[in-house]
């Protein structure tokens, strides 16, 4: 029956093929690694990140990133953090101690004039710490040059923007937020973060109802002006332009008899949802005006990545970011980021069983998906690498 | 003291027949000699454990340098065998070494099997090429080429790969029909998926350089095959996506091919702009210019600083365009070529 999809759609498929081959994420991006206050001072933790496993270190305030594979004999320094001084990290296994900064062996606890000292080092990473989140720059050793993390955040819309939202380089905004693992490959994250007809899952959810509002059924593009490129300098990605007239709320099914309020009530001003690379959503005007909701899907390998959901909301005085931490733990995490999100990560898992077994090639994409398939093009385009998965990976 | 009186001379026996003798100093160990020397051996941790710096000594004597303790076994050892980190020259000596002196130099050509998996006629003219080889270990630079032997015969023809090494085990090569032509005749008449043919390589030495500036590809035919890997490759190389442009000629209608994989390297590619020429006017639509792929470039192409061209087709092509070049004020050290001579 899937006849009709693949024989037709496999000359539009060839076209994104890098996208198809990204299984292990894209590299030479900034993606965020862990919360700043997950990492204290002195301390070391570790991530993996498309695959490859990251040590960070603070120490005397600054935070640096370093491969988490032992040169030794491979293992995860992280396992159980050993650090001697405060510009080296240590291996808990046989003492190799290198250089937080550039990686370089400087010493063996138990071998201090062994002759491998000097020859041998860990990659490093460059890193960022930016609003209470620690980025790295993961990709190839030596990338030149290394983009500003803003190329890698959502576009910043105008000052003068009628329905202006918090954004992650408004100097008065706060970000606060959850991260947990998602059993789905990334680009599944992705593509339900902006899927203009995945509101169905949301349509009998609390944080909707409750406040008055109603979800249409869908979103149908009614142009080429529905869906905005950025391919220009700066982050590279693509906005539903919702509330334009270039999109159409989808609000009754005569065949199912179903309608929704949506049109009657719209109550959704100003909240676009919009894309961008490495696969970084921006809701704004979500869950309420003025705050903005960003998530990223960090791949960890080819089959879960880490689902990062952010509010951000303005906070000029600490007063109003005391409201913020209020609302954000009372109302934002339980209601929206959990309760409402928990129906995007549910679908998320619910496709990669067929995704893991041919569903790209299977698929049978239908007229809402339009903007799903100019992602997948835009990151064939725009990516800055296609990771290699690890036993393809030199060292 | 007289610096003759504690230098020893060691010769080192690669297993390929090269043999290099080297100095020593007293107290120095072999591999640092050999190193010093700029002759590479194979080591890793230069302290008497892992075994990689290992080798037969098979002339004269070798001291243990003190400190060491060696992983070597009793056996190894009555069987002439050391670690060169770890030993000193005793007097004039020689080792041997259990590989090629090449070993270090990256891929070696060597001759191997491979089994065809696809051919296609992509024009009336051109034939695409699709083998997979067997051996595991075998690797090329994108812009390099194989010798493929026409099967059944001792006729041996040159074919650059159109395909990376990343896409290994398989390659892929284009391929201009020659009325008359041996492999042209094998290809037209013989050549089915399952087919085996016998390849040698990697050979050649163009492809990519370390440009710092834009880069100029100018492609007559299947000369386009070097030009589409070296474009992948650049795809996927890391750093900032410098210019390309790609001029690619051929005679008429019936000999151009890939102006749909041009399209999507473009569209995967921003950096990348092509120009296509056609000798012939073709009675169908075209949306190209008449000419060859030299007329295609015009002098602000040339313009550009840092600029590196890359040239691959029919000599009498290559010398056009490197006249084109160097017309247009292009030194000669920013031109690469490729000449697809009869073999
Ligand atoms: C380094 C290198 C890389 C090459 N890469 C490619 C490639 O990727 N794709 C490709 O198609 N070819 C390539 N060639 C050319 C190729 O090796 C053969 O010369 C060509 O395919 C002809 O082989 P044949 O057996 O069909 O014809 P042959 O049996 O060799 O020749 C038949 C007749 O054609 C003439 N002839 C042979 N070659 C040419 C020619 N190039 N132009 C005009 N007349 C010729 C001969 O003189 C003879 O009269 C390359 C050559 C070199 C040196
Ligand atoms: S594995 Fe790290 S010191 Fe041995
Ligand atoms: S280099 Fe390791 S034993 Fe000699
Ligand atoms: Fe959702």
């Known amino acids: ?395 | 003291m007289d610096a003759s009186a504690v230098m020893s001379t060691v010769r080192l026996c690669f297993r390929d027949g090269v043999e290099r003798a080297i100095e020593a100093a007293q107290g120095e160990s072999v591999l640092a000699a050999a190193l010093r020397a700029g002759v590479p051996l194979v080591h890793q941790c230069e302290s008497g454990s892992c075994g990689t710096c290992m080798a037969r000594l098979v002339a004269g004597e070798a001291s243990l340098l003190p400190g060491r303790a060696l992983s070597l076994l009793a056996g190894e050892i009555r069987d002439g065998w050391r670690l060169t980190c770890s030993v000193a020259a005793a007097g004039d000596c020689a080792f041997a070494l259990d590989y090629a002196s090449t070993v270090l130099d990256g891929p070696q050509p060597a001759v191997l099997a491979a089994t065809v998996t696809a051919l296609d006629w992509v024009a009336k003219t051109v034939a695409r090429l699709e083998i997979a080889i067997e051996t595991a270990d075998f690797t090329f630079e994108s812009g390099q080429y194989v010798r493929i032997r026409v099967p059944g015969t001792d006729a041996w023809r040159s074919y650059s790969m159109a395909t990376t090494a990343k896409e290994l085990p398989r390659m892929q090569f284009l391929i201009r029909r020659l009325d008359g032509g041996a492999m042209s005749a094998w290809l037209r008449d013989a050549c089915a998926p399952g087919a085996l043919v016998e390849i040698e390589g990697p050979l050649g030495s163009f492809g990519l350089t370390a440009s710092k500036g834009p880069r100029l590809m100018i492609a007559g035919g299947t000369g386009l095959a070097p030009m589409l890997a070296m474009l992948d490759t650049l795809r996927q190389r890391p750093g900032p996506r410098l210019p390309v442009l790609l001029c690619f000629g051929c005679t008429g209608e019936d000999d151009l091919f890939y102006v749909d994989e041009l399209e999507l390297r473009r569209f995967w590619m921003p950096n990348l702009k092509t120009r296509v020429a056609l000798m012939h006017r073709p009675a169908g639509v075209f949306d190209g210019a008449i000419g060859t792929a030299v007329s295609l470039i015009e002098d602000a192409d040339l313009r550009a600083p840092g600029l590196d061209a890359f040239l691959c087709g029919p000599p009498p092509m290559i010398e056009a365009a490197r006249g084109r070049l160097i017309a247009g004020g292009v030194p000669e050290t920013a031109i690469h070529a490729e000449h697809f001579r009869p073999t």
């Open chain 1, 1 to 395: 029956m899937a006849t009709t999809a693949s024989t037709t759609g496999n000359a539009d498929r060839r076209l994104y093929a890098p996208y198809l081959e990204a299984t292990w994420g894209i590299k030479n991006h900034w993606y965020p690694a862990l919360f700043s206050h997950e990492l204290a001072e002195d301390g070391v933790k570790g991530v993996e990140i498309a695959g490859v496993p990251i040590l960070l270190r603070r120490a005397k305030g600054r935070t640096y990133a370093l491969l988490d594979r032992c040169v030794h004999r491979g293992v995860k320094l992280s396992l159980k953090p050993t650090c001697f001084t405060d510009d080296t990290v240590s291996c808990w296994y046989h003492g190799f101690t290198f250089d937080v900064v550039n990686g370089a062996l400087v010493s063996i606890v138990a071998s201090p004039d062994d002759p491998l000292i000097g020859k041998v080092r860990l990659r490093t990473f460059p890193v960022e710490e930016h609003k209470g989140i620690i980025f790295v720059f993961v990709g190839d050793e030596g990338y030149e040059p290394v983009p500003p993390l803003a190329d890698d955040l959502p576009w910043l819309p105008p000052c003068d923007y009628d329905y202006r939202a918090a954004h992650p380089l408004d100097d008065e905004t706060v970000m606060l937020g959850i991260r947990r693992v998602g059993k789905a490959n990334w680009r599944l994250a992705v593509e339900n973060g902006f899927d203009p007809g995945h509101v169905l899952i949301h349509r009998d959810n609390i944080l909707i109802l409750a406040s008055g509002r109603s979800m249409a059924l869908g979103y149908r593009p009614l142009n080429d002006e529905a869906i905005k490129a950025f391919e220009d300098d700066g982050p590279k990605g693509l906005m539903n332009m919702y509330g334009t007239g270039n999109y159409e709320p989808v609000v009754n099914n005569d065949r199912l008899n179903i309608k929704s309020a949506a049109r009657r009530e719209f109550n959704f001003t100003g909240v676009r949802t919009s894309m961008f690379l490495p696969g970084v959503l921006m809701v704004e005007n979500f869950p309420e005006k003025t705050y903005a909701q960003y998530e990223w899907y960090v791949p960890i390998d080819d089959k879960t990545h880490v689902y990062w959901q952010v509010i951000a909301g303005w906070c000029p005085t600490p007063e109003d970011r005391k409201n913020f931490e209020f609302r954000f733990k009372h109302y934002f995490e339980p209601v929206a980021l959990r309760d409402f999100n928990d129906h995007d990560l549910h679908a998320r898992e619910a496709m990669q069983d067929f995704y893991a077994n041919g569903g790209w090639q299977e698929e049978a994409l239908c007229s809402m998906d339009a903007v799903i398939v100019s992602w997948r093009k835009m990151v064939a385009r725009h990516n800055r690498g296609i990771q290699e998965p690890p036993t393809r990976r030199g060292r």
